[in-house]
Structures are given as C-alpha cells and as structure tokens.
C-alpha cells in the first residue's frame, strides 16, 4: 500500500497564511517595537536588582514594580529632561563665551609643542599661521561652525521631545514585563525549547547572560569615564563641567568615548594660559579614555563568559547596524551563533571519536 501524497498546495498555503499572520502583527506592532525591545533588554539586565529590591518590600510584586519604575524614571527621563532644559538655557550663554575667548585671540604655543616628534613642526606651522591671521581671521573661521552647531541643537529640539516618549513608553511596557517576568521567561524558555530542543533552550539562557553582562560592562564603563572626566574638568576650572559630564556620559553609552570632549577641554586649559592645569588634565584625559580598555571587558566577563573580541564586535558591529539598541542585539545575536557552532563543531569532534573507537 502507498503511503498518501503530501498536499503540496495546503502546505504551501499554510505557510503563507503564517508569514502573513506573522508580518501583520509585526507591522501592526511596528510602532512599539523600539520601546519593547529596549523594555526588554532593561528587564533582563537588571532582574537580579528587581528581586533584590523585592525581597526588601516584604516579597510584594507591586511595591517592586513601583520602585522599578520609579528608578527607571530618575536614571532615564529626569537626566534627560534635564540636559533639554540645560542645553535650551545655556544655548546664548555657550556661544556668547565662545565668542569672548575668540575676541582675546589665540596665545602663543609653548614651546615644548614644536618639539614634539613628527606632528610638533606642522603643529605650530599651523598654530603660528592662525596668530597671525589675527582675531578677524579666527572670527571668520569659527562663526559658520558656531551657527552650525547652535542651528543643530534647536532643530533637534523635536527629535529629542520624540526620544523622551520613547522613554516613557519604554518604561511603561518595562512595568509590566517585571510585574509577568517569571511567566514571560518561562514561554521564551519553553519557545527555544520547542525551536531547537535542550540547546534552544540554553541559547536563550545564554542571550539573558549576554544582555545582562553587556548591560553592566557597557553601562558602568560609562558612567565611571563620564564621572572622573566630570571631576577632571571641575577640577581644572572648565566651564560648564556638569553639562560636559552629561555629554560624556552619552558619548560612552554609544562607545564614542569621553576623548572628544576632553581632548578640546584641554586646548582650551593651554589656551587660558593654564600650563599646569592643562598638563594635569591631559594626564587625566589619557586616564580617563584608556580606562575602558580593562574595565569594559573585566565587567562584561562577570555576565557573559565569551570572546572579548566577539562581545567587542557585537557591539560596535550592532551599533552601526541597528543604532543605540543594537550596543545590546549585536553581543546576543553574536553570542547564541558562537554558541550553537561551537556545540556543532564539539559534537562533530565527539561523533568522529566514537566512530574511531568503535
């Protein structure tokens, strides 16, 4: 007896009505699927907290959600809010100092710059031409790039408004995951079981582990560069430290590091005249930029024991291709793939074994 033909038809049906199902919903979704994401990845990463403070409020679920959400508001939408309201009243205040140091003119290099190796001739080659072009000649170099930037940071006035929505939408959805989140890992853990068996479901642990260890390299990195280069300006007498330290601090969240707001912090020092409070904060500045190089990986190992090269990848790679929240999809996406070919490649090893002793 045959066994039946397949209905290729109903198959071929089925699965378009399942890919349209799915693309409907995506599409339907599309407009909180930045804010569930990002929900996500927060939830994950700080769980550990979550229960932690719980267990602080007599085990009640609703008094941790509300904390939660309550941090959530003060370390998200309240700095945030705050740097909008900085920026929009410093705005006159910043381009009217930066029009002052360029009325006093540039001051001579010392000396030591122009021997310095390679780069110290053209340096003050350079620097000598913009003396001697003067106060006039400064002024018209620097004033298209004054409008520039003042123009761009009004005009993102409403992209920034967006931004802060996306922020509280974020937590808002963050709420409710942490008030379901046992039943929500248990469906992701019983999906990756169904998907790829034992192993689908460890590749799901191991993305927690990822996002969690991403979390706390990434994040704590950047908060320890933008407080000491916060403090180094203070210390060195930089206008406007508090607003710069912010600045920092985003700067390391998308992995630009705090180099490119201290480096010109430093120029400015030399150029007041500050010789020993300029050396003092180029030291620190070299500090400060280079201390990511060990802190990042050392805090991201305590999460996620995987390739420093590979979790490095991951995040630049996923910033490019995803913006701010592809600093977490890069590392889990690279991780889960690592993982799954190295546990192939292991079980290949251990087939080849066992056909060679048999």
Excluded: H
């Excluded at 890919?19 to 919903?25: E, K, R, T």
């Excluded at 003067?134 to 620097?142: I, N, P, W």
């Excluded at 290949?348 to 060679?356: I, K, R, S």
């Amino acid at each position: 007896m045959s066994d039946p033909r397949p209905d290729l038809a109903k198959t071929t049906f089925g699965v378009l009505t399942l890919v349209l199902l799915i693309g409907s919903s995506l599409w339907i979704l599309r407009p909180f699927l930045g804010a569930t994401i990002w929900a996500a990845m927060v939830v994950v990463a700080t769980w550990p907290a979550f229960l932690w403070i719980q267990a602080r409020l007599w085990r009640r679920r609703s008094l941790a959600v509300a904390a939660m959400v309550l941090i959530l508001l003060l370390l998200f939408v309240l700095p945030l809010t705050l740097a909008i309201s900085t920026i929009a009243a410093n705005a006159e205040e910043v381009v009217a100092w930066i029009r002052l140091l360029i009325s006093r003119g540039p001051p001579q290099l010392p000396g030591w710059v122009e021997r310095l190796p390679i780069v110290g001739p053209r340096l003050a080659m350079a620097w000598n031409e913009l003396v001697a072009s003067g106060v006039a000649g400064l002024e018209a170099k620097v004033t298209p790039y004054i409008r520039q930037v003042t123009g761009w940071l009004f005009a993102q006035a409403g992209v920034v408004g967006a931004l802060t929505l996306q922020f509280l939408l974020t937590v808002v959805i963050a709420g409710m995951m942490y008030a379901g989140g046992e039943s929500a890992a248990a469906v992701v853990r019983r999906f990756g079981l169904k998907l790829g068996g034992q192993r689908g479901e460890d590749a799901v642990v191991l993305a927690g582990k990822a996002i969690r260890g991403v979390a706390l390299g990434v994040g704590v990195t950047a908060f320890v560069q933008a407080v000491a280069g916060g403090i180094g300006l203070a210390i060195a007498g930089v206008p406007f430290a508090a607003l710069l330290t912010a600045v920092m601090f985003m700067l390391c969240i998308v992995q630009v590091g705090p180099t490119l707001v201290l480096a010109p912090a430093v120029i400015w020092v030399f150029w007041s005249g500050s010789t020993g409070w300029g050396i003092f904060l180029l030291v620190w500045t070299v500090i400060v930029g280079t201390m990511d190089n060990f802190l990042r990986p050392l805090l991201i190992r305590r999460g996620a024991d995987l390739p420093l090269v590979l979790i490095f990848a991951g995040v630049i790679g996923g910033l490019l291709g995803f913006g701010l929240v592809g600093i977490f999809v890069g590392p889990v996406m690279l991780a889960v793939s690592y993982t799954l070919i190295d546990n192939w490649l292991r079980d290949a090893e251990a087939q080849t074994a066992d056909a060679a002793r048999q």
